[in-house]
């Protein structure tokens, strides 16, 4: 878990410093990997925006393809038909391709409702669905929708709410008047659970147990994971809005140190995690290099040459 929490950090640092548009995941990474590590192949996950690059990585994607995705490079997966942090759904992934935050919740939910039509129709079926998104996406209509219809049938999925504290600008207290978001789960009658977003343990073991026991038929669960963004909202982002000391206190609880600190305690020397950091930064430095020499999608990829052939057609 460690490997790949420093993978997604050198993996979305890099698209940052290539796009000013790309969405930071400096300081989520322990929610990020800790959610969707270990889930089965036929599984589906559906990542939140930011992030979710490595979650294609755990699941089989290859690197140099999601980087053509990133640089608009002819391998990349969807050859420019979709945003450049989507990739291959064969990976039963559900991709982010709208441009309105939260749309994956209904899909996902969704694809929970067809496992449980397989699993009621006898087919045997204990697929689960993991699905993360923002505390701002957690105050969308679709939210409660999703939520609320999983409940009442019982669906195998699990939502995951990937609470950075800030939704762009706005803090959490200025959108959230309860105690937590996890706590709007005894409204749905499932059970919610609030977890430190910044350890990659805990939020693993929250999402295993939840995962079993819709696994097992009983449901769905609303687990909240608090973290923090380091970064601001876009790479462009300075996030003025923000009190300097408040980064500076989560910056003591980056995810990667309290990671660092528990492998030592176990004995992991620090030549062993500086030599796994070193590789995971060259991995990408490399691909990033490989990807760059390759042609930028063109009319023939977009399909614009097929399109401009079929005017004037009967």
């Not at 009658?189 to 295993?208: E, F, K, R, S, Y």
Request: with cysteine.
């Amino acid at each position: 878990m460690f490997r790949w929490m420093v993978l997604c950090r050198e993996l979305e640092s890099a698209c940052a410093r290539t796009s000013p548009r790309w969405f930071p995941s400096e300081g989520e990474e322990a929610t990020i990997v800790g959610t969707f590590v270990g889930l089965r192949a036929d599984d589906v996950a559906a990542p939140h925006y930011r992030g979710p690059l490595v979650v294609y990585l755990m699941r089989g994607a290859e690197l140099d393809r999601l980087v053509g995705q990133v640089l608009g490079k002819v391998n990349g997966y969807t050859k420019g038909h979709a945003v450049a942090f989507s990739g291959p759904v064969r990976l039963n992934v559900v991709p982010w391709v709208a441009a309105d935050l939260g749309t994956s919740l209904s899909v996902a939910t969704g694809a929970a409702l067809s496992f449980g039509y397989r699993r009621e129709g006898g087919r045997g079926d204990d697929r689960v669905v993991v699905v993360s998104f923002g505390d701002g996406t957690a105050n969308r209509g679709d939210f409660h929708e999703a939520i609320n219809l999983a409940a009442v049938w019982k669906l195998p999925i699990v939502f995951v709410c990937q609470n950075n504290r800030y939704a762009i600008s706005l803090p959490l207290s200025s959108y959230v008047a309860g105690p937590s978001i996890a706590a709007r789960a005894a409204g749905y009658g499932i059970p919610g659970t609030v977890v430190d977003g910044n350890d990659v343990l805990a939020v693993h073991d929250a999402v295993q147990k939840a995962v079993a026991r819709a696994r097992a038929g009983e449901g769905p669960t609303l687990i909240e994971a608090q973290t923090y963004r380091l970064a601001g909202h876009w790479a462009e982002d300075l996030a003025s809005y923000r009190p300097p000391e408040e980064v500076e206190e989560w910056r003591d609880r980056d995810p990667l140190l309290r990671a660092r600190s528990a492998l030592r305690a176990i004995g992991i020397s620090d030549e062993a995690l500086a030599s796994l950091e070193n590789r995971a930064r060259q991995e990408v430095e490399h691909a990033f290099a490989r990807v760059r020499q390759l042609p930028d999608v063109g009319p023939a990829e977009l399909g614009l040459d097929e399109a401009e052939q079929r005017v004037g057609e009967p």
